[in-house]
């Protein structure tokens, strides 16, 4: 492009957007550092449109420009999914001025939100209705739905009703020819051709930009419920999972693993959260009941599974939650493993699925090969066990800077990827794949599946404007 | 082609599925009649290969010949999908000799099975297991789950566990190149590229040929407890449904709408069946709760949600079955709509989704239409309330022979279709759009999305020789 298009090209985005919501220079800075600061890239201009109409505007100029266009959202993502690669050719499209809740629906248990609505005010829009929203994750109080949706997030709440994807009825999104789809319909049922909302769900920005949605919302329930387990191995955690199940029905809605090395990473950083037994045991899962009827019924529910798993040999204590103080308390102690993580130094992460049925022999087989490889290696294993979701991150051997340990890391990745590929699971399990894990997935993924892929993303954005370098 | 062509093209199916599974002529006639024996195509060949590889090279085979492939399971569908044109020059694919239970994981809760498999004994191996695979529908004990994947059937269950594509975790597909997709994954969460498996769920076998899946398994409730409720309109059907949800949450596992009309068609045609109440009301709602707990935990959790109706007004009558064989007798009811309505002669039908809260206006507004352009005329309205999709059947006026009336189906679905648009609903819910609402679909589908499909088609079936005529 010379300069004169250039300019020509940014003078027609100010005429779409309005002039001061189009950045350029210094401006563009805080859009374009990924969100664990590793890598920054460069952006033409940052553009923040009012409107869908001015979405598709843009992305029309885009087309005409052969202006790569990378969607961002609350830019939490993990995978450097929604920062512009280091050419400075995209305009970064932030969506955070497209934050209306359009309408609720209590009656259809539905609601029509902007893409760039932070999670947790559609989670607070929902409750104002006494409903509840149940995406849940960490980054809520910044991420943005239409993030959610193009990366679909998973979080604490899969367990019961599903990831980002079983969360969504309609969408709305703006083609990579700039043309604005409107599949917004609040129906739990509608067979008419093919499934154009799940193809832009995870589709990470690559095939369109997704600028509203209708969600599904829950009946809120009466009461919640958490309990902490402690348990002697990953595979009682999943002989307790069963059990929970069978006695629990749906009313289970959260069960959580975490090792005691998570738990004694979280009390060295962390020594003012609670300690919730007086000895230590080799894992715990943190269970989470919801009930519609009454606190007591969940209580006495979660209770009765528990003291069965207790009988069983397959606990070996256990505390619930007498109070939402408490409640609190045992899903900050989760909640600060990431944290305490952080404060301890750098590791290298995986976020991993497996077969449910294969968790404890991945762990044993991975563990294993990873200490054959790096002796006195530390694995951090925590997640969301009830999907088959860990987070499987490694520290190094104690006398090892974190930062040599880190030029390890395409090492350490194979090792625990192909035994990820072996045990039948998911190189990413909520994360997505963005510029980060893109060598990782044509690696694994077939030549069949691949070619499937480039052939979607050819028909659809045969320009190769919409966010180019993630995903394929 | 020529007869020199046709008899090597012949001859390489034989080659691949065995000359005993290459049916032509005469023997072909059972796999060309619509379920409903409205259509009768016609096929150079019916073949019936014996795994997903031989699929595989029989698409190759016709790809190279350009011969059209019609996928075929149980051919129950209802809407033409499953069937040749009256051309002559596909081969139907019949995949009836897949019907294997691969393996069963009862700790993942996954099932996988090859795509022929009838319903009903997926079913039965999920219950062998003491698990519950939940989609349930008319056509149970004859439908593939191939066919339910292709066509996302409905049935009674999505109110709590999904249509079929929420039930199925991974796909093994065949490509209209012949190439074999492996994507038969027992995962919970897998954020790893483009969604493909939820592109050839629903796409009626126009992009490839569904061989295998898994699928979701669910702990098995204890205790399925069914109730009738008399109710004095369709707002009160929605106003009980709203208050059930709220007070039996996911416990509330099936919800169905029935007319007076309904009933008295069932009481004519089947005077055997049981009258539930002494008095008539203008609507009845069956509703199913499946308890993890107990017979009686259901029980009572039923009854207070129906004693607060009640009380509140907003049921007149009610009974809650108190055995099994007082349940079937309550589902005998609704499930013996369908057929009162065949003994009583040809109707026209139409299966609607519309958002749950307009259920009550979309009836008073239609059914107002309808008798302003055909006095007299007779709406014999059933559904799954819970799931907002209607079974929004005519029949003419008394007097009006049912042949007569079939001449105005034009007429009645315009009138019905443009009203199910104006209210933001579907066409179809769950049958899905085959040759018979083709024209339809183009009529009601924007232009953007049309062109969407379109691409979608084009780019992963160039040659067009997947089920043509179907869908676009």
């Given at each position: 492009m010379t300069e004169a298009q250039d300019l020509g090209f940014i003078d027609g985005c100010r005429a779409i957007a309005g002039a001061a919501h189009v950045l350029t220079g210094d401006d563009c800075a805080p859009f374009l550092t990924d969100?664990?600061?590793?890598?920054?890239?460069?952006?033409?201009?940052?553009?923040?449109?009012?409107?869908?109409?001015?979405?598709?505007?843009?992305?029309?100029?885009?087309?005409?420009?052969?202006?790569?266009?990378?969607?961002?959202?609350?830019?939490?993502?993990?995978?450097?999914?929604?920062?512009?690669?280091?050419?400075?050719?995209?305009?970064?499209?932030?969506?955070?001025?497209?934050?209306?809740?359009?309408?609720?629906?209590?009656?259809?248990?539905?609601?029509?939100?902007?893409?760039?609505?932070?999670?947790?005010?559609?989670q607070a829009a929902a409750a104002a209705h006494g409903l509840l929203f149940p995406l849940s994750l960490a980054a809520e109080g910044s991420c943005t739905i239409g993030g959610n949706l193009a990366t679909n997030a998973g979080g604490t709440g899969v367990l019961r009703y599903g990831n980002t994807r079983e969360l969504c009825l309609g969408l709305e999104a703006v083609t990579a020819q700039g043309a604005l789809w409107d599949g917004l319909r609040g129906l739990r049922k509608d067979n008419t051709g093919y499934d154009l909302r799940d193809l832009y769900i995870g589709a990470e920005g690559t095939l369109g930009v997704i600028t509203g949605a209708v969600l599904k919302l829950f009946p809120q329930p009466k009461a919640a419920i958490t309990a902490l387990v402690a348990l002697g191995s990953p595979a009682d955690a999943q002989a307790l999972l069963a059990l929970a199940e069978a006695a629990c029905g749906p009313t289970l809605t959260g069960y959580e693993l975490m090792s005691d090395v998570c738990l004694r990473l979280v009390a060295g950083h962390f020594p003012a959260l609670p300690r919730p037994f007086p000895a230590r045991y080799p894992q715990y899962a943190l269970l989470e009941l919801s009930s519609h009827e009454s606190e007591r019924h969940g209580t006495a529910l979660l209770e009765r599974a528990i003291e069965a798993a207790l009988e069983a040999g397959v606990a070996r204590d256990a505390v619930v939650a007498t109070s939402i103080a408490q409640s609190r308390a045992l899903w900050a102690i989760r909640e600060h493993i990431p944290?305490?993580?952080?404060?301890?130094?750098?590791?290298?992460?995986?976020?991993?699925?497996?077969?449910?049925?294969?968790?404890?022999?991945?762990?044993?087989?991975?563990?294993?090969?990873?200490?054959?490889?790096?002796?006195?290696?530390?694995?951090?294993?925590?997640?969301?066990?009830?999907?088959?979701?860990?987070?499987?991150?490694?520290?190094?051997?104690?006398?090892?800077?974190?930062?040599?340990?880190?030029?390890?890391?395409?090492?350490?990745?194979?090792?625990?990827?192909?035994?990820?590929?072996?045990?039948?699971?998911?190189?990413?399990?909520?994360?997505?794949?963005?510029?980060?894990?893109?060598?990782?997935?044509?690696?694994?993924?077939?030549?069949?599946?691949?070619?499937?892929?480039?052939?979607?993303?050819?028909?659809?954005?045969?320009l190769g404007i919409m966010n180019p370098g993630k995903i394929l």
């Open positions: 969100w664990r600061g590793r890598f920054t890239g460069s952006a033409r201009a940052v553009v923040l449109p009012g409107d869908a109409a001015q979405v598709a505007a843009l992305v029309r100029l885009c087309a005409r420009y052969r202006v790569p266009v990378v969607p961002q959202g609350g830019r939490t993502g993990l995978v450097l999914g929604s920062v512009p690669d280091a050419s400075g050719d995209a305009i970064v499209l932030s969506l955070r001025r497209l934050n209306r809740v359009r309408s609720v629906d209590p009656r259809n248990r539905t609601m029509t939100v902007d893409a760039g609505c932070v999670l947790h005010d559609v944290l305490a993580q952080a404060a301890a130094g750098k590791n290298i992460k995986h976020d991993i699925a497996l077969p449910v049925s294969r968790i404890a022999d991945f762990i044993a087989a991975t563990d294993a090969l990873l200490e054959d490889a790096i002796p006195g290696v530390q694995v951090v294993c925590f997640g969301h066990l009830g999907d088959g979701n860990l987070h499987y991150n490694i520290a190094p051997p104690a006398g090892i800077a974190h930062d040599d340990f880190l030029l390890r890391q395409d090492e350490v990745n194979r090792i625990v990827h192909d035994s990820v590929v072996a045990f039948g699971g998911s190189i990413s399990a909520e994360h997505g794949i963005g510029a980060l894990k893109r060598g990782e997935l044509a690696r694994y993924k077939s030549p069949v599946e691949l070619g499937l892929m480039r052939a979607l993303k050819a028909a659809l954005d045969p």
